[in-house]
């Protein structure tokens, strides 16, 4: 019996060696580097997956400005046959906010940039996200004043799309904050954007969503265009591209970190 018992005990401590050094061998360092690298690398594919598969707030922005229009226009006609003309002169406003919208958010696809930039010089307020958010609220409140089924989607419509610019302007101006807090030295940023800096000439859109990515912002697709823009809007802009100066130059000029700077709310 004594002898049973022994043998029972000496089993009993074989298994727990066993798990013992199973478990130091599972656990090492190295184990432990790899299981967060794969983590890491599935979180950021779904993130990316996720991000990458919304369409962007500007081509938004620019099927609600064209809708505006078109809308505007329709309802123009029949209210200048029935002598409406309160409501026709709403309509004309509408007509002309909308194809501001729509020559804003289609400068880089079918409109000259000059343009752009004419309406810019003397409406400074829509170079920047919150206000171009604002043209589009304003524009669906009109088209809202306008009692009809078509005009109240259309100004609805414009309207989310306005609300939808603030509040991505917002959050991209608090999270160029956390820059600031996500580098330890001047040296580890040059390092970095360095690294994304791939052809040496300064960063395109897409180089800086790597670099976004390696700092470890927390940016969303629309939020690193917003961010792009800003910082680029600052420096040298001849070649389209994001230059180390000009992002160290914003790094430096940068308030304190509970100040927005409404210059953060640009979206290019």
Known sequence: MMNEDKTQVKHDANVTDNISQFAKAAFTSENLEAAGRFTTKKVMELKTQAQEGDRSLRYLALVGGIG??????????SRILRFQLVDAIIDVYIIILGLIVVILEGKDMFLS???????NKYALVLKFLWGRGALCFICGTLQLSQIDLFNFIAGGYMCAVGILYIIVGRNTAIKLKAIRKSLNSEGTLQTKFQAADVEGDGLDLKQFRVLCEDLGLNFT???KEAAFGFIRKTGDDTNGKLSYE???GWWEDLEGEDQIDDDAFIFI
């Open 221 to 223: 697709a629309r939020e």
């Open 68 to 77: 505006c229009v078109v809308v505007a226009l329709f309802e123009l006609t």
């Open 246 to 248: 000009d992002f160290k």
């Open 113 to 119: 940039k000059r343009l752009v930039q004419n309406i």
